[in-house]
């Protein structure tokens, strides 16, 4: 919104002394969240499950102990259990990182004061979101990635699209910089060393947020008393069917390993629901979309080109830059780019990639396409409403190479 209306000027609306009012943001945060669970209490209770708020751990095969929140301990034991414990923000063992009380995804959602100065540890999704919020509130910003590109799941030309409309606003992004030591306190001052191909350098801020990956919630809940088996990275491990090595217990979502979405753990708990229901439902060959919330978003569904180079599958690929949608002439959102992937010696597309406004919207037509497998062309030849953005896949697909000869 912030940003909305400091460029309302280009499109002839004036605004003057813009100010950024934090604990409001804060307070409509939190109103939003207490909804939400004001919510899903009400669907618990009428549901007939019983909710207990508690910590709980294995203290014997299909055995828990719940620690309650308001006092006491529950000891609970079920033929079937389902474990949903997530996972939590990294902090990677640099010297003085833990000492500087740096904020996660949780504090910096708690802020409220606009940061003078916010470093961020880690340019993945959940960084250059916040990342991109606190500018657009004021803040002077500065991106520590230790690889060669943000984003390191995305093509190299996805990341570099990202990066560069992050740097027009104004964000620092520092790439190969590997965090070397920490010293101050976030919130106060901090000073971030890194280590970079140039030599140490440090950067200094009054905030510092890390956002450098997720641990799963699995250490310290009883599993060795259960026989439940973990993976090397920490996660529970699980078969297809979402089952842990202890029979009659599953794992769902973040700690067992699935994608870090919000809709793969529902969909977790369908496959669970389904097979303990007596079903056979697995994991396997889902179709999984994600979209990254920044302005413009970014959305992916199906295979990236890295992915289908790396997966040995001969592709064919078109791209068309935001400004040749005509809807962006209108609404002046120009960056980013649609990219498609199509077999080399077949028509049906296998993943779509999105840098621009309703990005995740236009996904989810390339998704419905994808499960439906319908050959591109019959989108390409679509009548799609004038002036939409959906408008340009036409000549998105226009751009497809032709086939190549299937050897067979
Ligand atoms: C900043 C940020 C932004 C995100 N944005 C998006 C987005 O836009 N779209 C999207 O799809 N995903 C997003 N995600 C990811 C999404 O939030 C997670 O993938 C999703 O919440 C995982 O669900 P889950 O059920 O596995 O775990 P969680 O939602 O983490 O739930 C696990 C629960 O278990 C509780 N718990 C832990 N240990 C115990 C214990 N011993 N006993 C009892 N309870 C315990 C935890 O307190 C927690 O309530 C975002 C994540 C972050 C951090």
């Not at 504090?107 to 916010?118: K, N, Q, R, S, T």
């Not at 984003?151 to 699209?161: H, K, Q, Y």
């Not at 995740?360 to 390409?380: D, H, K, N, T």
Request: proline share 4%; aromatic share 4%; hydrophobic share 40%.
């Amino acid at each position: 919104m912030a940003h909305l209306v400091r460029n309302g000027g280009r499109f002839g609306t004036l605004a003057q002394d813009i100010k950024i009012d934090m604990a409001k943001v804060r307070h409509r945060k939190q109103v939003m969240v207490e909804r939400e669970i004001a919510f899903h209490l009400h669907a618990y209770k009428e549901s007939g499950a019983e909710l207990i708020m508690g910590n709980g751990q294995f203290v014997g095969p299909k055995t828990i102990e719940a620690k309650l929140n308001d006092g006491g301990v529950r000891l609970l034991a079920a033929d079937q259990i389902v474990i949903n414990v997530g996972s939590r923000a990294a902090i990677p063992d640099v010297p003085g990182l833990r000492d500087a009380r740096p904020l996660t995804h949780i504090e910096a959602l708690e802020l409220d004061e606009v940061p003078p100065h916010l470093i961020v540890l880690g340019g993945g999704y959940t960084g250059i979101e916040l990342a991109q919020a606190y500018r657009r509130f004021g803040s002077r910003v500065t991106i520590v990635e230790p690889g060669t590109q943000i984003m390191g799941r995305e093509d190299p030309d996805v990341a570099e699209e990202i990066r560069a409309i992050l740097s027009r606003e104004g964000i620092d992004v520092a790439l190969k910089a590997r965090p070397w030591s920490v010293h101050g306190l976030s919130g106060d001052a901090v000073i971030v060393t890194v280590q970079t191909e140039g030599g140490k350098r440090p950067i200094e801020g009054s905030h510092l947020l890390v956002a450098a990956g997720r641990i799963a919630n699995t250490a310290d809940i009883g599993l060795d008393k259960a026989g439940i088996g973990l993976d090397d990275r920490g996660f529970l491990r699980v078969n297809d069917r979402l089952e842990t090595t202890a029979p009659g217990i599953f794992a769902i979502g973040e700690c067992a390993g699935s994608p870090q979405f919000t809709h793969v753990s529902v969909d977790d708990f369908r496959i669970v629901r389904d097979n303990m229901a007596g079903g056979n439902r697995g994991k396997s060959g889902r179709l999984i979309p994600h979209v990254v919330f920044t302005d413009p978003p970014l959305a992916r569904v199906g295979l990236s080109e890295t992915e289908a180079q790396r997966e040995g599958v001969s592709v064919r690929v078109a791209k068309l830059p935001m400004r040749n949608v005509l809807r962006t002439e209108a609404t002046d959102e120009k960056d980013g780019f649609m990219k498609v992937l199509v077999g080399a010696t077949h028509d049906r597309i296998l993943g779509f990639t999105m840098i621009g406004a309703e990005a995740g919207e236009v996904m989810a037509i390339m998704q419905v396409a994808m499960l439906a497998e319908l050959s591109y062309s019959s989108i390409r030849e679509a009548v799609m409403a004038h002036l939409t953005v959906a408008e340009g896949l036409g000549p998105l697909f226009g751009n497809m190479p032709a086939r190549l000869q299937s050897q067979s």
